[in-house]
């Protein structure tokens, strides 16, 4: 069951460029799509998220594309920074009003910064 | 800044045990839900909690396990007798209702031997 797939295991970007971390997706019922940050030891972070209604959303050195034709995501970092790396997830949930609606995880990207 | 929080950080029990994971959600957050991570795997959902019961569970979340509200602010995870491949971290998240947005703790790290 593969409903949210991060295809690059890892990837390695140096200072001040851009990270651009895919993910992509199976089920047309998804509406809203989230990244989280997650350190080893810890609890994944919320970064980011986006609503199937839009394509862009931005914050600070943060933005999501949302291509729904396509059932692809994107985050973007710019400028990345060492305090990047980390492991990034990609989630995305049904949402009903009024039910707590479960987030399902892409399997992570590996994101190394380097000096 | 609110955070969730979970006790204990680590448990380690031996097969066959109950063991009850904590979590203490942030206040005024109306949903809450138990995920795991099997090492090396993708975080999984077991189940979600809203209005006093549960919301939803996944095929993982079968009868050995349970998860309570005991008063305004613990959320518990129960499971009673376990096996070896419940060794995972057990994560602990809550939400304010914002579509998507939920808001995770660090974590227990169960070990079953």
């Known amino acids: 069951d593969q409903q949210v797939k991060q295809n690059s295991p890892s990837l390695s970007v140096q200072e001040g460029r851009i990270s651009i971390l895919n993910c992509d997706y199976t089920?047309?019922?998804?509406?809203?799509f989230l990244w989280y940050k997650k350190y080893p030891a810890e609890g994944p972070t919320f970064l980011i998220s986006?609503?199937?209604?839009?394509d862009k959303n931005e914050d600070g050195r943060f933005t999501v594309f949302l291509n729904k034709s396509a059932k692809h995501l994107s985050l973007h970092i710019v400028p990345s920074q060492p305090g990047d790396s980390a492991v990034y997830f990609c989630?995305?949930?049904?949402?009903?009003?009024?039910?707590?609606?479960?987030?399902?995880f892409g399997t992570g990207t590996r994101l190394q910064v380097t000096l | 800044e609110p955070e969730v929080t979970q006790t204990p950080s680590h448990q380690v029990t031996q097969m066959g045990q109950e063991v009850i994971l904590h979590c203490v959600p942030i206040?005024?957050?109306?949903?809450f839900y138990w995920y795991r991570q099997i090492l090396g795997q993708k975080v999984e959902f077991l189940v979600s909690?809203?209005?006093?019961?549960?919301?939803?569970k996944s095929e993982i979340f079968d009868d050995q396990f349970s998860v309570e509200r005991p008063d305004g602010s613990n959320f518990t995870l129960k499971i009673r007798s376990t096996k070896l491949e419940d060794s995972a971290m057990y994560f602990c998240?809550?939400?304010?209702?914002?579509?998507?947005?939920?808001?995770f703790g660090p974590g227990t790290r169960l070990t079953v031997t």
């Open positions: 998240a809550s939400s304010p209702g914002i579509p998507g947005e939920q808001y």
């Open positions: 089920n047309s019922m998804f509406d809203y």
């Open positions: 986006i609503s199937s209604i839009k």
């Open positions: 989630a995305a949930s049904a949402y009903y009003t009024g039910t707590a609606s479960k987030l399902t």
């Open positions: 206040s005024n957050h109306l949903y």
């Open positions: 909690f809203y209005n006093n019961e549960i919301s939803e």
